[in-house]
């Protein structure tokens, strides 16, 4: 994903200075340059590759958002924040 995205979405952003927190989601790769920019205008950057570790968190019950864990009754718990987990 390019830098023009990023500076159009950043651009919308400063006409909404209610926003205070902004995540960019994108199933391809952000570029360096893109990842340099965002992280300047504290923008989050999702790509596909963090998208697909979501889902799969999500379908084996252990997803860590803010700092609530989801559990989903059907699994066993995992003491692992989704950070520290990798795929293989």
Known sequence: ???KEIRD???K???LPQIHYAIFVTNAR???ESEAYSAHHKIVLWDGEK???IH???NIGRFKQASEDIIISTTLPVDMSFDEFELV
Do not use: V
């Open 1 to 3: 994903m390019g830098i």
């Open 9 to 11: 979405f950043q651009s």
């Open 56 to 58: 799969y968190l999500m």
């Open 30 to 32: 952000f570029s360096s």
């Open 13 to 15: 952003l400063q006409d």
């Open 51 to 53: 998208l697909s570790r």
